[in-house]
């Protein structure tokens, strides 16, 4: 699996847009850049997943540029209750293995 | 609803002692796994589990062990060998042809 980097921690205003950065230099044509989030003493939540598109569903959008090498998820108006832990993963679709997380990004929405 | 149940939700067990953290799933997932956190840390895997009767160790197997006689269950061991057993300890599933995966609430053991 390709390796990810991402800031620790981010602070975003309470109904403004949250936007995270996912760096995934060494990502190969047939991985996907998934996202999820883990909210305080809870099991992570899928929240979305793309590999060359953006992509959009009822949560977030996913941003990912032309040459993939980065990707920006982005909260629309963030609430109190999007304060969590947001990891992002990048490996190939359906490869019979497991989901690696690394430390993610920290986001505190504040009021 | 269908989802990941794992129980009990907060464990204390004396130093020595073997303890078994449950997991159940009526998802009709195929595959299940267990999944180890540390205070500020991501996940690190322990064991997963991709059909009934098979089993394979992830990262950070020794002092665990797991047992996958049922497709909805996956109880998890965690050994008197583990030498820092305390820890959150997540669960999921997932079904063959779909990577997503859903988790569940966690068990916090704490060992003293």
């Known amino acids: 699996d390709a390796k990810t980097t991402q800031p620790p921690s981010m602070d975003c205003a309470e109904g403004r847009a949250a936007n995270l950065p996912c760096n995934h230099s060494t990502i190969s044509g047939n991985e996907y850049v998934y996202w999820y989030r883990q909210i305080h003493s809870q099991g992570p939540q899928y929240i979305i997943h793309?590999?060359?598109n953006n992509e959009t569903n009822e949560m977030a959008s996913l941003i990912i540029t032309e040459d993939r090498k980065s990707s920006t998820l982005i909260l629309p108006h963030a609430t109190l209750r999007d304060t969590a832990v947001y990891y992002c993963?990048?490996?190939?679709?359906?490869?019979?293995?497991?989901?690696?997380f690394g430390g993610g990004t920290r986001l505190m929405v504040k009021p | 609803d269908g989802g990941i149940t794992q129980s009990p939700k907060y464990l204390f067990r004396k130093e020595g002692q073997n303890v078994t953290l449950s997991c159940e799933q009526n998802l009709n997932h195929d595959a299940m796994y267990w999944y180890r956190q540390d205070p500020g840390q991501g996940l690190r895997l322990i064991y997963y589990s991709q059909i009934v009767n098979d089993f394979q160790k992830g990262d950070i197997a020794e002092g665990y062990s797991v047992s996958r006689e049922k497709k909805e269950s996956f109880p998890l061991t965690v050994t008197s060998a583990q030498k820092n057993p305390t820890a959150f300890y997540l669960c999921?599933?997932?079904?063959?042809?779909?990577?997503?995966?859903?988790f569940g609430s966690g068990t916090r053991l704490t060992v003293v």
């Open positions: 999921a599933s997932s079904q063959q042809g779909w990577d997503g995966y859903t």
């Open positions: 793309g590999l060359k």
């Open positions: 993963i990048v490996r190939a679709y359906n490869a019979g293995n497991m989901l690696t």
